[in-house]
Structure formats: C-alpha cells, structure tokens
C-alpha cells in the first residue's frame, strides 16, 4: 500500500531524500545568513545580536506561517536602511516597537488581499528586481575583495571551483556547504591571515529571551514609528513577494500570497519580541536554498534553527569561519542569480520592455532602494501600456450619397488617455444628422463618458441630431450611469447594441 502525504506534510516532508536535502540547504543557509545579519546591525547602529536574533525568530516562524515552501525570510538590508534614522534618534526599544506595528501592518495588508497588487508588477519588472538584486548582492562583496591580503583571493577562487565542480561529481551535499567547510579546516588548521565572521561583530552567546519594547503607549510614541512601520511593511511585502514568485518560477510552483503576507507580519511581531529587528523574504538565501536542494518548509526552519544552534553551542568555532568562504558563495548567487538571458532579449523584446527593464535595474543599484525601483518600473510600465492601448483607437467618417446623415465608426478603446484623440475625431456637422457607431468600441471610465457627452453637447449645439449605436453590455451600463446627455435606452432616441 502507497503511503500518499497530505498537502500540508509534504510541504514538511516531501520524502526521505527530500528531507536531507531540506536539512543541508538550511544548515548553508544558515551559514550565510550570519554575516549578513551582522552587517545589517550595523547598518541600522544596533548590536549584531538585533539582527541575528530576528534571522532565527523570522526563518523558524515563517516556516510554520509562510505561503512559500523553501523561501528564506530573516533581517534584511532593505529594512535596516529604513530603520537608521530611528535607532538613531529613538533608541533601539522604538525599533522593537515598530517593528511590532510593521508585523500588524502586514497582517492587515494580507486580509485585506493586498497581496493581488502583485498582478500590476509586469514580467520585465520582475526581471529588472532580479538583476538588481545580483549586482546588489555582488556590490556587497566589494568590501571584502579590498585591502585583503593574496590569501584572501585564492580561498575565494578556490571555494568557486568547489561550488562549480562538486556538483559534477556528486550532488548528495550540497557544493556551498563543502565549500565551507573546506575551506574553513584550511583557514583554521594553517592559520592563515584572512577576515573572519568573528571580525565582522562579536557573536551573542545562549539564547534569545523575551524582550518587550519599554517605551510609553501614548500616541506621540505612535506618531513616531508609524511612518518607520508603514515603511518597513512595504518594503518588507514587496521584496518578499517579489522573491516569492520568483521561487515560484525556479521551483515551477506555486505559493499563497496571502497567507506570505500575514505570515510575514507574524514572524516580524514575533522578531521583535525577542529583541531583533524586522525583515523579509531574502532573495539571494532563498536562490542558495533552492539550488542546493531545498524544496520544503524543512529547509527554512532548519535554516533558523540550526543558526539558533551555532549562537548558543558553536559561536567560538563560527566566529573562526574566513569570509572568503562565504563571499565565494554569495559570489555564487549572484551570478545565478542574474537573469543572463536578459541581455540577449534587449534586441529581441519589445524597446518599452528593455527600458522598463533596465529603469528598474538602474533605479534599485542607484538608490540602494528595492521599493523605488520596482515603484519606478510598475509606473513606466502603466504609461506604456496606456501609451499602447491610446494607439489602437481610430475613428471613420462617412457621408451618405445625399450628405443628409454623417456617420463616425469608432474602434477601440475609450479611457483617460485616449479621449482627446476622440474628441477631436469629430467635426461640425451643422443641421446635418449624425449617427455614432461604437459596436466597435469599448468605454472603460468616466473620462471616456465624459468625452461622449461632450461631443453629443456640441453637436447639438450646431443644430445636429445626433444618435449613438452599438454599445455593448458593459459600455452601455457605464454611460446610464454617468453620462449627462444621453442614456441609452431606446426611449432617449439612442439604439442599444
């Protein structure tokens, strides 16, 4: 008899090969998350220990909460630039508390299916998202490339060559994860004079505990960290639905958006109680997961636990891991990370979605700001889009043989951008009778409502009879609605398609 997983335990346990490689993609994970936690501390002027801590509570709980099976959440660079001002002015308890409003807000953004406004972020958008975050990603290794020592780049050249050739003669470890520890036994054993995760800030030692914000419950407190939290929750649903579908894509599955978008608020509050900043989906852990096999809820919460395991047992020793190790992997990321078929497409895709491409790109590497970019992107590619939409319109004029009657067939689509082009589609047509044929056409507003009363309006002002024709359903119920001159019932004299 064939033992058939539930949908919920095969989310956990796919099976038992699956599980293994769950639990070593979350231990390379784990790995890589810790020097960037630190370094996202000290962006936002905290202890190391803030954003660690968050990396362990964010990764554990979204396992449980998440609406993406294998996407790694935990404290992310895009929140701490956020948070800066804050800790600076405040202190780090207004952090905790806003990080705890940030966790309702996004609760509250899920209920609300906010999450539906990821069906206006076009594929070229996504696209730029990504090479952004691979040359982001990338950028943030120059640091350890400078003033090191030859040591330094040998050990990263070697760790690439592991990561890339491993793979080729066995897959059952992860090639990251050898990399490591290869790497590290070289590191320490020969006590060579590279940069360690120790050098990057002291490691907390034993477990996190619970942390309440001390900071008054009055509403100047409010006024303070609601625009950090309105903030930190955009930011934080955008990246982490982005990467989500972007996992979805690498995976070819698929994920609950909106329960990513409550789970996400669930981890933060969470975070934030146990004395750690806010975070996200990371798109750069979360393409190290999948491509060294992590599939399953299995790999996130191993990820957090694991990090959990190596504060409070292994800190001496993972203080001692050389940084070339893991630059070598987030080097790895990066170019795997990028979408390299992208530059080939810019001669072979449509010019608007190059642009909005490379817009997005140059805006995200330029501003360090994910928000800004995707922003930047999703509002060129509206205009595109209505620029497009305003060219398939055109409107005909014919005379009858006796020129009694003028007719005006209009094709297309009537909206905001494309009422003046209609407007001026129509000449004076004194004591003439004019009959406007839109069986082709589609009225989507009240700006192309407004265009169809203004033209009835003037034509009878120069003595015309005017009879509209053809709406369709849709076009016919919006223009009872709003229109001013003529509804279009029979009885008003106007013929209903």
Same mark, same amino acid.
């Given at each position: 008899?064939?033992?058939?997983?539930?949908?919920?335990?095969?989310?956990?346990?796919?099976?038992?090969?699956?599980?293994?490689?769950?639990?070593?993609?979350?231990?390379?994970?784990?790995?890589?998350?810790?020097?960037?936690?630190?370094?996202?501390?000290?962006?936002?002027?905290?202890?190391?220990?803030?954003?660690?801590?968050?990396?362990?509570?964010?990764?554990?709980?979204?396992?449980?909460?998440?609406?993406?099976?294998?996407?790694?959440?935990?404290?992310?660079?895009?929140?701490?630039?956020?948070?800066?001002?804050?800790?600076?002015?405040?202190?780090?308890?207004?952090?905790?508390?806003?990080?705890?409003?940030?966790?309702?807000?996004?609760?509250?953004?899920?209920?609300?299916?906010?999450?539906?406004?990821?069906?206006?972020?076009?594929?070229?958008?996504?696209?730029?998202?990504?090479?952004?975050?691979?040359?982001?990603?990338?950028?943030?290794?120059?640091?350890?490339?400078?003033?090191?020592?030859?040591?330094?780049?040998?050990?990263?050249?070697?760790?690439?060559?592991?990561?890339? &050739?491993? #793979?080729? /003669?066995?897959?059952?470890?992860?090639?990251? *994860? !050898? =990399?490591?520890?290869?790497?590290?036994? %070289?590191?320490?054993?020969?006590?060579?004079?590279?940069?360690?995760?120790?050098?990057?800030?002291?490691?907390?030692?034993?477990?996190?505990?619970?942390?309440?914000?001390?900071?008054?419950?009055?509403?100047?407190?409010?006024?303070?960290?609601?625009?950090?939290?309105?903030?930190?929750?955009?930011?934080?649903?955008?990246?982490?639905?982005?990467?989500?579908?972007?996992?979805?894509?690498?995976?070819?599955?698929?994920?609950?958006?909106?329960?990513?978008?409550?789970?996400?608020?669930?981890?933060?509050?969470?975070?934030?109680?146990?004395?750690?900043?806010?975070?996200?989906?990371?798109?750069?852990?979360?393409?190290?997961?999948?491509?060294?096999?992590?599939?399953?809820?299995?790999?996130?919460?191993?990820?957090?636990?694991?990090?959990?395991?190596?504060?409070?047992? &292994?800190? #001496?020793? /993972?203080?001692?891991?050389?940084?070339?190790? *893991? !630059? =070598?992997?987030?080097?790895?990321?990066? %170019?795997?990370?990028?979408?390299?078929?992208?530059?080939?497409?810019?001669?072979?895709?449509?010019?608007?979605?190059?642009?909005?491409?490379?817009?997005?790109?140059?805006?995200?590497?330029?501003?360090?700001?994910?928000?800004?970019?995707?922003?930047?992107?999703?509002?060129?590619?509206?205009?595109?889009?209505?620029?497009?939409?305003?060219?398939?319109?055109?409107?005909?004029?014919?005379?009858?043989?006796?020129?009694?009657?003028?007719?005006?067939?209009?094709?297309?689509?009537?909206?905001?951008?494309?009422?003046?082009?209609?407007?001026?589609?129509?000449?004076?047509?004194?004591?003439?009778?004019?009959?406007?044929?839109?069986?082709?056409?589609?009225?989507?507003?009240?700006?192309?409502?407004?265009?169809?009363?203004?033209?009835?309006?003037?034509?009878?002002?120069?003595?015309?009879?005017?009879?509209?024709?053809?709406?369709?359903?849709?076009?016919?119920?919006?223009?009872?609605?709003?229109?001013?001159?003529?509804?279009?019932?029979?009885?008003?004299?106007?013929?209903?398609?």
């Amino acid at each position: 008899m064939t033992d058939t997983l539930s949908p919920a335990r095969a989310e956990w346990l796919p099976s038992g090969v699956q599980a293994r490689r769950d639990i070593l993609a979350g231990i390379v994970v784990a790995l890589a998350l810790i020097p960037e936690a630190i370094g996202f501390s000290i962006i936002s002027g905290v202890d190391p220990r803030v954003g660690l801590y968050a990396s362990v509570a964010i990764a554990i709980v979204i396992s449980f909460l998440g609406g993406r099976p294998g996407m790694i959440s935990a404290a992310t660079a895009a929140v701490a630039v956020v948070v800066t001002p804050l800790v600076r002015d405040h202190g780090v308890d207004y952090l905790f508390a806003a990080t705890i409003l940030m966790g309702v807000i996004q609760i509250a953004a899920g209920l609300l299916r906010l999450d539906l406004l990821m069906q206006f972020v076009s594929r070229s958008v996504i696209t730029g998202f990504v090479n952004a975050l691979a040359i982001l990603i990338f950028l943030a290794q120059v640091p350890q490339l400078i003033g090191v020592s030859w040591h330094s780049y040998a050990m990263i050249a070697a760790g690439l060559a592991i990561i890339y &050739l491993v #793979p080729r /003669v066995t897959k059952a470890v992860p090639s990251p *994860l !050898v =990399a490591i520890l290869a790497l590290a036994a %070289i590191s320490i054993g020969m006590g060579l004079p590279v940069r360690t995760v120790g050098d990057m800030g002291q490691l907390p030692q034993g477990l996190p505990s619970l942390a309440l914000p001390h900071v008054p419950l009055t509403l100047e407190t409010l006024r303070i960290i609601l625009p950090f939290s309105l903030t930190m929750a955009a930011v934080g649903l955008l990246e982490s639905l982005l990467t989500a579908q972007i996992v979805d894509d690498m995976t070819d599955t698929d994920s609950d958006k909106r329960r990513e978008c409550m789970g996400q608020g669930g981890a933060n509050m969470v975070a934030a109680l146990i004395g750690g900043m806010g975070g996200c989906a990371m798109i750069g852990q979360s393409v190290i997961n999948v491509t060294s096999g992590g599939r399953a809820r299995l790999s996130t919460f191993t990820a957090g636990a694991f990090l959990m395991f190596l504060l409070a047992v &292994l800190g #001496p020793w /993972v203080g001692q891991i050389p940084m070339p190790a *893991l !630059v =070598a992997v987030m080097i790895m990321v990066s %170019i795997g990370t990028f979408s390299w078929n992208s530059i080939l497409n810019l001669r072979r895709h449509p010019p608007t979605s190059s642009v909005v491409m490379l817009v997005t790109v140059g805006v995200v590497v330029a501003t360090r700001d994910l928000a800004e970019g995707v922003l930047a992107g999703v509002l060129l590619s509206g205009i595109f889009f209505a620029g497009k939409v305003r060219r398939m319109f055109a409107v005909e004029r014919d005379i009858s043989e006796d020129g009694g009657t003028v007719t005006y067939r209009v094709t297309g689509e009537i909206f905001f951008a494309s009422v003046d082009r209609f407007t001026r589609a129509f000449q004076g047509e004194a004591g003439a009778r004019v009959l406007i044929d839109v069986s082709d056409a589609h009225f989507w507003d009240i700006s192309g409502v407004g265009a169809l009363d203004k033209i009835i309006a003037r034509l009878r002002r120069d003595g015309s009879e005017v009879e509209v024709t053809g709406y369709n359903r849709a076009s016919r119920d919006i223009v009872d609605r709003f229109a001013l001159h003529d509804k279009t019932g029979v009885e008003m004299g106007v013929v209903p398609h």
